[in-house]
């Protein structure tokens, strides 16, 4: 029977929620920790393609105490318009002193590596709006999804889920019905074995969505994982009978799915390829079946399927 189709402003309450949940799970990505280390990467670099707000504050000050949540809150309101950094003085007075911070709380917005506006001590909500706001406007065109997306892939590949997901996030805040951010984000929790979140999400798409090119990918990696899922119980066994008989395919492509459930992803693929090398035509070609949707899931530029694919070809025309 088809799925019937989810009104969409259900739709979107239902995502939205998981998102919130997601999104509190992962604040700290969005308030980042500034030293000599990483000024230039996180503040200068990064205000050349969105406006950082810089908060120089100090652990015994309280104002800071009561700025900091009505900074932070305020930023996340601007969903993705710009992001946040936080500069202890104690443990970095050379940045303070450059900068010419006589107190704090100090607080600079940065723009294309400048300097674009500045107040020190507490404010009322109003005023730190007022100065976000203004800030954002700067940055009008809002973030690069194209770019982000690339990023965000790229991490994927490297199995960086928790980088990844920090990029699907800012996606999704600047638009929450992007496809490919809200495919991102499934996958990023299935590769951080949070099958149930996945699914969570998946179920409460309606065809259309689901049949989008970046979603479809995203489901069929869902669907592999929880398949796998339940090998993953049988891993020693497998193990040993492989151990036992090397020859024993049925085994050796339990092994590959056990090791895939437990993201041992060049594993998962070795054991398919051996089983290849040993009998390529064993169950109707069961191995390599499997080893190309391995491919499918995680992607041509996945390191570990770039490998396998050298070795596929080497076994096949040898």
Known sequence: MAKTSIPCSWHQRKLMKRMEQLIAADAANDLIDVDMNNFMAEVVERSSTIPVVVQFWAPWCGPCKQLGPVLEKTVFAAKGKVRMARINIDDNQQIAQQLRVQSVPTVYGFYNG????????????????????????????????????????????????????????????????????????????????????????????????????SMAVAIDAL?????????????????????????????????AMAFFATGQQASSMDQLLESIRIDRDWNDGAA????????????????????????????LFA
Not at 289 to 309: C, I, S, W
């Open 114 to 213: 400048q300097p674009v506006d500045a107040f020190a001590g507490a404010q009322p909500e109003s005023k730190v709006v007022q100065f976000i706001e203004k800030l954002a406007a700067l940055g009008n065109n809002g973030p690069d999804i194209v770019a982000i997306v690339e990023t965000a892939n790229r991490l994927l590949d490297l199995q960086d889920y928790e980088g990844a997901l920090a990029q699907f996030h800012e996606i999704m805040a600047a638009d929450p019905e992007s496809p490919d951010g809200l495919a991102g984000m499934v996958r990023c929790l299935v590769g951080m074995n949070d099958l149930d979140g996945a699914r969570e999400i998946v179920d409460q798409l309606d065809e259309e969505f689901r049949e989008k090119p």
């Open 223 to 255: 669907v592999l994982s929880e398949t796998a899922l339940k090998s993953a119980g049988g891993i020693e066994a497998a193990q040993a009978a492989v151990d036992a008989d090397p020859s024993d395919l049925a085994a050796r492509q339990e092994l």
């Open 288 to 315: 390599r079946t499997q080893l190309l949707e391995f491919f499918k899931t995680l992607g041509p530029t996945n390191p570990n399927v770039m490998a396998a694919r050298r070795k596929l070809s080497t076994l």
